[in-house]
């Protein structure tokens, strides 16, 4: 329940009831035990859930060796056999006041949502021209999106018509310098490529705090007043020198939009259940210790044994609703929009259509245990051709959805009369990460262009007022459109600091390591310069 709690589920949800229900019966039985005169299995029962809370709770017992676990395992079926009565009562107690403090006070708590709250705007009519800066986390590019499916195909082509119809500029062949959002984002408003990875990032681990932003610094240079919305991977209000005027959080690894999912209880309880047992640390380190030791002196005995499946959600690091949570989060975007008025900016991070692929191309939802999710965390030799392909399907799927929702957010710009003298900039960070390889250097011997486009070519599109739309397939780095864009519609924005001037590419290269520069071999085969030889 701590888990769970810390994760915002709705702690009176049935499926939570039914954990709790299961919980009962687990009691139960090892009640049932000891009344049938299983002193010593009792005892070894109470231990050991004892020993794995408090492994569970407590840091300083999780980073301890395995012989301090086993002992503390011992120490306490001893003082349960010894102390019986007392012990049975005193866990008792605690789990009462536990569930009276915790289940039944927080899930009667009035459900708030802070996030939704938009502050007054200024009610000016002056200033330069109303900016929205929307970032699709993991949007593929138009030009990486593969034609070897009819439904691929389509897709593309009502990608295309989308924003010819509201008149966009959209950069077909656009990509990222970089495969990570740690990276790509924090470079790209920092008008920078450095070669170092997280540089401008402070933190070993979400959220991460951006010590710099040049590219806020110029917006209110310019007279802006910026506004974002992001989530708790990258904090965009961070920088000291750049603070916006007001600054929307949400969470994007929290549970509580899971629930929300219309789909089955008794899926909701395994998703539930699956989240807390693949937190357990140790659980983790059980795991580690079958894949890279066990497993391979097994192998080498001519034991055949199963390869462990990171994907599911049982083994899998963590329960990263991404998707779920920005979608949640487009209503907060689409709110603010209408609040804005010239001399305001909007900057917003959404993580999608980022991974989990939980959203059909209607936006109805999958069971998150039958959404995919990208191939970084997938091991090389369990990456094929036949899995790239599902994933593709189930991303693409979400994609299309994504559309709905941006088709959706458009229309009611319009009907405010907030979209046509707007400029908007619709981009991603990176790709879809779908390949067989990904450019990574301990990966780069067996890269393909195909690898490159997969994990580096994104969307890029812009409307400024005045502007005809167009269709550009050719080879654009998302670094230098911003500049391009910013320039055609703001004002002269700081130059682009590059590092030579043919298109180029970071493999990534480790935490904070050195990343390594390498030309970049994709181009669009729409593209006038483009060579058929690399692709």
């Known amino acids: 329940m701590v888990y769970l709690t810390k994760r915002d589920y709705p702690l009176m949800s049935p499926e939570i009831l039914l954990i709790l229900a299961g919980m009962f019966c687990v009691s139960t039985v090892i009640g049932l035990l000891r009344w049938a005169g299983g002193r010593g299995i009792y005892a070894i029962s109470v231990g050991g859930l004892l020993t794995v809370a408090a492994d569970y709770l407590f840091e300083w017992v999780a980073q301890g060796r395995t012989i301090t676990l086993l002992v503390m395992f011992g120490i306490l079926v001893a003082l349960v056999r010894r102390f019986e009565k007392t012990t049975t009562l005193a866990v008792t107690v605690f789990l009462c006041v536990f569930i009276i403090s915790t289940v039944l006070r927080n899930g009667f708590e009035s459900e708030s949502d802070p996030a939704l709250a938009v502050p007054h705007m200024d009610a000016t009519t002056d200033g330069p021209p109303r900016l929205i800066h929307l970032i699709l986390d993991e949007h593929l590019g138009i030009e990486g999106i593969p034609d070897d499916t009819d439904y691929a195909k389509a897709l593309k082509r009502k990608i295309k018509q989308f924003y010819q119809r509201y008149g966009f500029e959209l950069y077909g062949g656009a990509y990222s310098y970089y495969l990570d959002t740690e990276d790509s984002i924090p470079n790209l408003v920092n008008f920078s490529a450095e070669s170092v990875n ?134 907060a975007v689409s709110e603010k929009i209408q609040q804005l008025t010239p001399g305001h900016m909007l900057f917003a991070h959404l993580m999608l259509p980022h991974f989990p692929y939980v959203y059909r191309e209607d936006c109805s939802a999958r069971a998150i245990p039958e959404s995919m999710d990208d191939m970084e965390m997938v091991s090389l030799e369990s990456r094929t051709p036949e899995d790239r392909k599902v994933r593709f399907d189930q991303y693409l799927r979400q994609v299309e959805c994504l559309y709905v929702r941006l088709d959706k957010l458009f229309r009611a710009m319009e009907s405010s009369g907030v979209f046509g003298d707007s400029i908007v900039i619709v981009h991603g960070d990176h790709g879809g990460r779908l390949g067989l390889r990904l450019p990574r250097s301990k990966e780069q011997d067996g890269l393909t262009a195909t690898d490159y486009a997969d994990g580096l070519v994104t969307l890029f599109a812009t409307k400024v007022p005045g502007k005809p739309g167009k269709y550009d397939p050719s080879l654009h780095a998302i670094n230098e459109l911003l500049v391009q864009t910013l320039g055609n519609s703001v004002g002269k924005p700081p130059p682009l600091s590059l590092p030579r001037g043919e298109p180029f590419a970071y493999l990534y290269n480790g935490h904070r390591k050195q990343l390594l520069l390498v030309d970049m071999p994709w181009h669009p085969l729409n593209s006038p310069d483009s060579p058929a030889a690399v692709q």
């Open 198 to 331: 997280k540089v401008f990032l402070t933190g070993e681990r979400p959220p991460y705090a951006l010590q710099q932003n040049r590219y806020f610094q110029w917006l209110k240079s310019m007279g802006y007043r910026i506004h974002v919305i992001h989530g708790d991977y990258v904090d965009f209000c961070s920088s000291p020198d750049a603070q916006p005027q007001s600054c929307t959080k949400f969470g994007w690894f929290t549970l509580s939009n899971v629930a929300k999912l219309d789909i089955p209880v008794l899926t909701k309880t395994t998703t539930a259940l699956a989240g807390f047992v693949a937190s357990y640390t140790r659980y983790q380190a059980i795991l580690d210790l079958y894949e890279q030791r066990a497993r391979p002196f097994l192998l080498s005995r001519g034991v055949v044994v199963p390869v462990i499946d990171r994907q599911s959600l049982w083994t899998k690091r963590g329960l990263h609703p991404f998707s779920v949570n920005a979608m949640a989060a487009m209503d």
